[in-house]
Nanobody, 121 residues
Framework: QVHVAESGGGVVQLGDSLRLSCEVS??????MGWFRQALGKSREFVAA????????RYADSVKGRFTITKDMAEDISNLQMNNLAAEDTAVYYC????????????????WGRGTQVIVSS
């Protein structure tokens, strides 16, 4: 059984940085990624990376500000978020799948329970 657990959310100020972490077990060589859902909006793709830590992909809205990493030895993915803006406020979900492409498409993924990020002015 695949188990996904996020951590690292919180309340920050405009322009601050925050790092989210996701730990997974129960799946070999997983693609990992992050989605987010703001209040009243649909869940949207943020970033994804392959099991070996290469091939990262980002939503246009976060390119240049967010960085996704994955430790190949341990199935942990981090999402470093810099220069946070009000529109980054959302619940962030870790997604795990067989490949990074599956994760980007939300195809046959396992979701974490989510962690709240609030960017305050």
């Amino acid at each position: 059984q695949v188990h996904v657990a996020e951590s690292g959310g919180g309340v920050v100020q405009l322009g601050d940085s925050l790092r989210l972490s996701c730990e997974v077990s129960g799946i070999d060589r997983p693609g990992m990624g992050w989605f987010r859902q703001a209040l009243g909006k649909s869940r949207e793709f943020v970033a994804a990376v392959a099991w070996h830590g290469h091939g990262a992909r980002y939503a246009d809205s976060v390119k240049g500000r967010f960085t996704i990493t994955k430790d190949m030895a341990e199935d942990i993915s981090n999402l470093q978020m810099n220069n946070l803006a009000a529109e980054d406020t959302a619940v962030y979900y870790c997604a795990v799948g067989k490949t990074a492409a599956d994760v980007r498409e939300g195809r046959e993924v396992t979701w974490g329970r989510g962690t709240q990020v609030i960017v305050s002015s």
